[in-house]
């Protein structure tokens, strides 16, 4: 089973979720789920792009009340 770390980015407008998402990539290990919480709806398509650009999985997404819930597979090892 992999690890999930939730990474809080509620509040944040992009590009910073996608800053912080690939800042935390980096220090994880391959396999690793992020669960990232999000009010910015730019954010679904940002970390979709950077999923595809990086090599990494975008596993879900869902909307909550007032926020987005974007769990992401990093695949990559930490470059």
Do not use: F, H
């Not at 800053?19 to 789920?33: D, F, H, I």
């Not at 650009?53 to 930490?78: A, Q």
């Amino acid at each position: 089973m992999s690890e999930e770390i939730m990474l809080d980015v509620r509040g944040k407008v992009c590009p910073i979720p996608v800053m912080e998402v690939n800042k935390l990539s980096k220090t994880v290990k391959p396999g690793t789920v992020i669960k990232v919480l999000a009010t910015d709806p730019a954010a679904k398509l940002d970390l979709q792009a950077w999923a595809k650009r990086t090599g990494n999985e975008i596993l879900s997404i869902e909307s909550e009340t007032n926020y987005l819930v974007i769990r992401v597979r990093v695949n990559k090892p930490p470059a």
